[in-house]
């Protein structure tokens, strides 16, 4: 994208974002005590002594694979954060649940006063993240683990309910007319994604099959897909939970001759054209540039004014629908890399 024009959107969304802090202020009364918990401007642990004059450097650690399209903008969203807000972020991303539990404890020891993490496995971080709050440190937690972010001690968490979209996805294959759906899973462990196959199964009127693949390797994804449709030819719709494996769910129904119908979790710019051309019924979106600009937006806030968002419950990005009615205007979105 433009650096204009990510700059246009950065400081779109910063006012947005400093807009509903002010006005929950306004609603709530500022919050004076910065030790008192979730939702009352305090470090949700009641930890560490917290130090309202510390640098605003924030690390953000997620557990995105390299090369992953998705992870790739919400690291956008983060940076240009920090650019815009004139904060300092570093991001690092893994996808071995202890080796991301490391990267937040080397962001404790750097001395890092603000830390944004995903958690696709809670239980494996719980120790690295409730070590963060009791050093004082503020946390908010991304994209997974909404259910388990308070119990941490984090202040917030920002991304879906991922069981809402699921059904919302469920739902709409439904009312297409799908019959039998395959669910893929792409990260085994990731709460959040057994999450959208169990409410896209509650949502989905029909039957509903769990298929296991592995996002480090397209080409057994595409094996496993061509296998499940060919020894199931009655599967007639097909949920993705990640943009890249669409793209194979697409090309594995094609090359096997089956009639299902691909629809997927998230964006990039192969799925809109394939939305644009009915190859992909449509996706399901999330917003993932938020889930990287809002925390350090929030977390500066939380620092500078002791402000919280949310009231106790996560900040919503999603779920939207993106279908041929929009693809069109989203489009633009996805090239620069902000969808």
């Not at 896209?200 to 994804?221: C, H, K, Y």
């Not at 007639?236 to 090359?255: F, P, Y």
């Not at 997927?264 to 009915?278: K, P, S």
């Not at 968002?309 to 999603?318: D, E, F, N, R, S």
Request: proline share 4%; hydrophobic share 40%; charged share 20%.
């Amino acid at each position: 994208m433009s650096d204009r024009g990510r700059r246009r959107l950065a400081a779109a969304t910063a006012a947005v974002a400093a807009t509903l802090a002010l006005a929950l202020t306004a609603c709530t009364g500022p919050s004076a005590d910065l030790a008192s918990g979730r939702g009352s401007g305090g470090t949700g642990g009641g930890g560490g002594e917290f130090d309202p004059d510390a640098p605003l450097e924030f690390a953000v650690i997620t557990h995105g694979s390299d090369g992953d399209a998705f992870w790739s903008v919400v690291k956008n969203g983060a940076q240009d954060a920090g650019r815009d807000l004139d904060v300092d972020v570093a991001y690092t991303s893994n996808g071995d649940p202890g080796a991301q539990a490391k990267l937040i404890d080397n962001a404790v020891a750097q001395g890092r006063t603000g830390i944004v993490v995903s958690m696709a496995n809670p239980d494996a971080l719980r120790p690295a993240i409730e070590a963060a709050v009791a050093a004082g440190i503020p946390v908010i937690t991304i994209n997974s683990g909404a259910d388990r972010s308070a119990e941490f001690g984090a202040i917030a968490h920002v991304g879906q309910e991922e069981d809402i979209a699921g059904r919302a996805a469920g739902e709409r294959l439904a009312q297409a007319g799908k019959k039998r759906m395959l669910c893929v899973i792409h990260e085994a462990g990731n709460s959040g994604l057994n999450d959208r196959c169990d409410g896209a199964r509650e949502g989905f009127a029909g039957q509903v099959d769990n298929l296991q693949v592995d996002i480090a390797n397209p080409t057994d994804i595409e094996a496993r897909l061509r296998g499940a449709l060919q020894t199931n030819p009655d599967i007639d719709a097909v949920l993705t939970l990640n943009s890249q494996v669409a793209d194979r769910a697409v090309t594995a129904a094609l090359s096997v001759g089956s009639t299902a119908e691909v629809a997927t979790f998230d964006l990039n710019t192969d799925v809109v054209d394939a939305i644009r051309d009915g190859r992909i019924l449509f996706a399901v979106d999330q917003q993932q540039y938020q889930q990287g600009y809002l925390p350090i937006s929030m977390l500066k806030l939380y620092r500078l004014n002791g402000n919280t968002l949310g009231g106790g419950q996560p900040v919503l990005t999603g779920p939207g629908f993106v279908d041929q009615s929009n693809a069109d205007l989203v489009r633009p979105y996805t090239e620069r890399g902000t969808r």
